[in-house]
Protein backbone atom coordinates (compact mmCIF):
# COMPACT_ATOMS: atom_id res chain seq x y z
CA UNK A 1 0.00 0.00 0.00
CA UNK A 2 1.24 3.71 -0.37
CA UNK A 3 -0.56 6.34 1.32
CA UNK A 4 -0.17 10.10 -0.60
CA UNK A 5 -0.50 13.53 1.35
CA UNK A 6 -1.24 16.63 -1.03
CA UNK A 7 -0.44 20.22 0.16
CA UNK A 8 -0.28 23.71 -1.34
CA UNK A 9 -3.46 24.30 -2.21
CA UNK A 10 -5.28 27.82 -1.70
CA UNK A 11 -6.79 30.64 -3.27
CA UNK A 12 -4.92 32.74 -5.36
CA UNK A 13 -5.72 35.27 -8.15
CA UNK A 14 -5.50 34.89 -11.83
CA UNK A 15 -2.07 35.68 -13.02
CA UNK A 16 -0.60 34.26 -9.05
CA UNK A 17 1.95 30.99 -8.44
CA UNK A 18 1.09 28.42 -6.31
CA UNK A 19 3.14 24.59 -5.67
CA UNK A 20 1.38 21.66 -4.46
CA UNK A 21 3.13 19.28 -2.96
CA UNK A 22 2.63 15.37 -2.73
CA UNK A 23 4.88 13.06 0.19
CA UNK A 24 4.43 9.43 -0.38
CA UNK A 25 4.90 6.73 2.27
CA UNK A 26 4.47 2.73 2.61
CA UNK A 27 5.55 0.60 -0.33
CA UNK A 28 6.89 3.21 -2.28
CA UNK A 29 8.76 0.86 -4.46
CA UNK A 30 5.63 -0.36 -5.44
CA UNK A 31 5.00 2.23 -7.84
CA UNK A 32 7.27 3.94 -10.94
CA UNK A 33 4.56 6.77 -12.14
CA UNK A 34 3.56 9.54 -9.74
CA UNK A 35 1.01 12.46 -11.01
CA UNK A 36 -1.13 15.42 -10.88
CA UNK A 37 -5.09 15.43 -11.51
CA UNK A 38 -7.44 17.93 -11.34
CA UNK A 39 -11.44 17.62 -10.64
CA UNK A 40 -13.57 20.95 -11.06
CA UNK A 41 -17.59 20.50 -10.14
CA UNK A 42 -19.24 18.74 -12.42
CA UNK A 43 -16.52 17.40 -14.88
CA UNK A 44 -14.61 14.44 -14.82
CA UNK A 45 -11.49 13.97 -13.35
CA UNK A 46 -8.23 15.09 -15.79
CA UNK A 47 -4.74 14.44 -16.21
CA UNK A 48 -2.52 17.40 -15.41
CA UNK A 49 0.76 16.15 -15.47
CA UNK A 50 2.44 12.72 -15.05
CA UNK A 51 6.25 11.62 -14.54
CA UNK A 52 7.58 8.52 -13.68
CA UNK A 53 9.91 8.58 -10.63
CA UNK A 54 12.86 6.57 -11.70
CA UNK A 55 13.76 9.01 -14.52
CA UNK A 56 12.59 9.83 -17.97
CA UNK A 57 10.00 11.15 -19.75
CA UNK A 58 7.39 14.02 -18.31
CA UNK A 59 3.69 14.44 -19.12
CA UNK A 60 1.48 17.76 -19.70
CA UNK A 61 -1.68 18.30 -20.28
CA UNK A 62 -2.17 21.00 -23.61
CA UNK A 63 -3.52 23.62 -21.22
CA UNK A 64 -0.90 23.66 -18.83
CA UNK A 65 2.26 23.64 -20.78
CA UNK A 66 4.59 26.12 -20.16
CA UNK A 67 3.11 27.21 -17.15
CA UNK A 68 2.94 24.33 -14.68
CA UNK A 69 6.13 22.12 -13.49
CA UNK A 70 6.17 18.83 -12.41
CA UNK A 71 9.54 17.87 -10.39
CA UNK A 72 10.29 15.00 -7.77
CA UNK A 73 12.77 14.89 -4.53
CA UNK A 74 13.57 10.95 -4.38
CA UNK A 75 14.89 11.56 -1.24
CA UNK A 76 12.18 12.89 0.37
CA UNK A 77 9.31 10.63 -1.56
CA UNK A 78 7.78 14.15 -2.84
CA UNK A 79 6.48 15.09 -5.78
CA UNK A 80 5.56 18.78 -6.37
CA UNK A 81 3.88 20.76 -9.02
CA UNK A 82 4.80 24.39 -9.57
CA UNK A 83 1.62 26.43 -11.34
CA UNK A 84 2.62 29.67 -12.59
CA UNK A 85 0.37 32.28 -14.55
CA UNK A 86 -2.63 30.66 -12.55
CA UNK A 87 -6.12 30.72 -14.56
CA UNK A 88 -9.71 31.15 -13.72
CA UNK A 89 -10.00 27.64 -15.38
CA UNK A 90 -7.58 26.11 -13.23
CA UNK A 91 -9.73 26.01 -10.23
CA UNK A 92 -10.52 22.48 -8.86
CA UNK A 93 -9.74 19.92 -6.73
CA UNK A 94 -5.93 18.60 -7.12
CA UNK A 95 -5.12 15.27 -6.54
CA UNK A 96 -1.86 13.32 -6.35
CA UNK A 97 -1.50 9.71 -8.06
CA UNK A 98 0.48 6.81 -7.93
CA UNK A 99 0.81 3.60 -9.96
CA UNK A 100 3.39 1.04 -12.19
CA UNK A 101 2.27 1.50 -15.00
CA UNK A 102 4.50 1.64 -18.36
CA UNK A 103 2.26 3.96 -20.43
CA UNK A 104 2.88 6.57 -17.61
CA UNK A 105 3.22 9.57 -19.62
CA UNK A 106 1.07 8.44 -22.99
CA UNK A 107 -1.64 10.88 -23.01
CA UNK A 108 -4.42 8.52 -22.90
CA UNK A 109 -3.71 7.15 -19.58
CA UNK A 110 -6.60 8.37 -17.38
CA UNK A 111 -7.74 8.39 -14.06
CA UNK A 112 -9.19 4.89 -13.48
CA UNK A 113 -5.14 3.63 -13.94
CA UNK A 114 -3.85 4.66 -10.74
CA UNK A 115 -4.18 2.73 -8.01
CA UNK A 116 -3.17 5.49 -4.85
CA UNK A 117 -4.51 8.13 -4.22
CA UNK A 118 -4.63 11.42 -2.11
CA UNK A 119 -6.95 13.12 -0.40
CA UNK A 120 -7.23 16.23 -2.19
CA UNK A 121 -6.15 19.66 -2.10
CA UNK A 122 -8.36 22.90 -3.06
CA UNK A 123 -6.96 25.39 -5.77
CA UNK A 124 -9.45 28.54 -6.65
CA UNK A 125 -8.18 31.10 -8.64
CA UNK A 126 -10.27 34.20 -8.61
CA UNK A 127 -10.60 36.68 -12.13
Known amino acids: QVQLVESGGGSVQAGGSLRLSCVAS????????MGWFRQAPGQEREGVAR????????YYADSVVGRFTISQDRAKNTVSLQMNSLKPEDTGMYYC????????????????????WGQGTQVTVSS
Open 97 to 116: AAVRTFYCTQSSVSATTFDY
Open 26 to 33: GDTTSTNC
Open 51 to 58: MYTTGGSV
